[in-house]
């Protein structure tokens, strides 16, 4: 029997927690459907800090290089916020997406019906909600060079650049088109180019790669109005492809639309198949170890790992309808709680999930 290397980052915070219910769904899965999957542990972020005083250790970048597929909690606290910018936690989760070569990062927005009630907008609003975020990972102003604080005239300088080339732009934009032409066909890319010399850029090469794809309907936005295009129709989108800062705003914008940040998952991909998976939400220090915690987006995200990491559609098909049939009977976490439902905590969320998935074995 094939056995599927797995590697598990559970970081700080809540990440634990959801993590230990994603892989308890997985193992359901590999009982349902008779896959073998082996789990290592690897640290990251601030438990990494702790323990062996960098956000990324090495024995961690080997745990991942060797594995099919990371699946990856959350980092951060406050514990941590007084270290320089390249020892935090957040170091570790920009450094290990760049060690792993991934760029493209999926951030699937659905608005599932039994939600439509835990949004903050209006039902017809987000009833039918379905789009992508594709973001590119490793460029722009997160990765820019020159960058950090300088001393001039007496004072301190701050400085952080945007910088992409051509070959960024393009490898991200034929990620979108490619998922765009299995969807609804069509691609809104985002950018301020009527103010940056690097949006000029990606509108240019959007556009060169969009001619490749004439069944796909291609149209440009700038961010701020997407950002209200959002709240305002967010049916009109399908798959939204941006730069590194914008599509991290954007997508956490898009969060609300269905309901919680508990509920987003997100997949990233490079050139190999070996996909970096984790839900969007932080590590909410704050409920850390409570048993409050929605682990739906990590579970999620164990879908998009084995679909696009391991092949695997039918099972991971299997874990999204699984999500689907516990909301459907009622039962949420206190972050989309409403009148009517029943409150669950972190682990018996994730056993009604397992009992669903070998229900349908």
């Known amino acids: ?152 005239d007496g004072g301190i300088k701050a400085l952080d650049t945007m910088v992409y080339t051509r070959f960024e732009v393009e490898r991200v934009a034929r990620v979108a088109f490619g998922l765009a032409s299995r969807r609804r066909r069509r691609v809104t890319s985002v950018d301020k180019a009527n103010v940056l010399e690097s949006s000029r850029l990606w509108r240019e090469v959007v556009t060169e790669v969009g001619n490749e794809y004439p069944d796909v309907e291609l149209n440009h936005m700038y961010v701020d109005n997407c950002a209200m295009q959002l709240i305002r129709d967010p049916r009109q989108f399908d798959v939204v492809l941006t730069e590194n800062m914008f599509g991290d705003i954007l997508s956490d914008e898009a969060a609300m639309l269905a309901g919680s940040l508990g509920m987003l998952p997100s997949a990233s991909l490079g050139h190999g198949r070996t996909a970096l998976c984790e839900p969007v939400h932080g590590s909410a220090p704050d409920i850390a170890g409570k048993n409050i915690a929605n682990p739906l987006a990590t579970v999620l995200s164990a879908a998009m790992l084995l679909r696009y990491s391991l092949g695997l559609d039918e099972e991971s098909r299997a874990v999204e309808e699984a999500v689907m049939r516990v909301l459907e009977k009622g039962y949420r976490t206190a972050d989309i709680f409403m009148e009517g439902t029943t409150l669950v905590g972190t682990a018996e969320m994730g056993d009604l999930l397992v009992e669903e998935i070998l229900r349908g074995a």
């Open 1 to 152: 029997m094939q056995v599927f290397e797995i590697a598990l980052l559970p970081g700080d915070g809540v990440g634990p927690e959801v993590i230990r219910e994603a892989r308890k769904v997985l193992l359901a899965v590999g009982k349902r459907y008779s896959r073998r999957f082996a789990f290592t542990e690897g640290l990251i972020g601030g438990a990494a800090i702790d323990a062996a005083g960098t956000p990324l250790p090495e024995d961690t970048l080997e745990i991942c290089r060797k594995s099919g597929a990371v699946l990856l909690g959350a980092v951060g606290g406050a514990k941590w916020d007084g270290l320089p910018g390249d020892e935090r936690p957040e170091a570790g989760l920009l450094g290990i997406r760049k060690a792993l070569q991934v760029f493209a990062n999926l951030r699937p927005v659905r608005v599932f019906p039994a939600l439509v009630g835990a949004s903050t907008l209006k039902r017809h609003v987000v009833e039918g909600v379905d789009l992508v975020v594709v973001r590119e990972l490793t460029g722009g102003v997160y990765f820019g060079q020159p960058r950090g604080r300088f001393a001039r």
